[in-house]
């Protein structure tokens, strides 16, 4: 059973919790990066395995998958901006933000990193790239920041606001 918890009120454990919940990712390949709705991005890490409903079976899908949602985000190379979600106001501007993201695919994840402060997240790749999730707090959209499908069939969200939770994909909401 899943208990939501207050960022604010742990936010020393914090990042030891997310730590242990995430140890298995870092290492692992990032395999897949698509744009899901608007700037919304999902990321496919670990073993890729064909989705088991009839009409995705032609779709492959990461052990490890990382969304995000209502969240800003900015991609780097060598500390200088590749692209970010907030320049994406045109249809060119997509499209090119989609293929520099195309440059965090086959590169192995080195890092992730909380920031207990703006529930922002860190990812720190190979070859010095980063993509970093920057949550607007003030955002009253109701949506989760970011989302992590484990390989254990488990789910860790965190947003909005100062909370997360860890909880089996087969729990209902």
């Known amino acids: 059973m899943a208990t939501k918890t207050s ?74 901006i590749l692209v970010s979600s907030t320049e994406l106001d045109s249809e060119e501007k997509i499209q090119t933000g989609k293929n520099l993201l195309k440059q965090l695919e086959n590169k192995k994840l080195h890092e992730l990193i909380i920031d207990v402060h703006n529930i922002g997240l860190n990812l720190c790749f190979e070859n010095n790239y980063q993509l970093i999730l920057e949550p607007d707090l003030q955002d009253d959209s109701g949506l989760t920041y970011w989302e992590l499908f484990m390989p254990t069939e488990q789910i860790l969200t965190v947003g909005p606001g100062f909370f997360w939770e860890c909880k089996s994909i087969h729990e209902r909401c």
């Open 7 to 80: 960022i604010t009120n742990s936010q020393s454990d914090l990042k030891q919790i997310i730590r242990l919940i995430t140890k298995r990712i870092v290492g692992e390949t990032c395999h897949k990066v698509l744009f899901r709705y608007g700037d919304e991005l999902l990321l496919a890490f670990g073993e890729m395995t064909p989705y088991s409903h009839p009409k995705l079976a032609h779709l492959y899908k990461g052990s490890w998958r990382l969304g995000t949602r209502a969240t800003p985000w900015i991609c780097k190379h060598n500390n200088h």
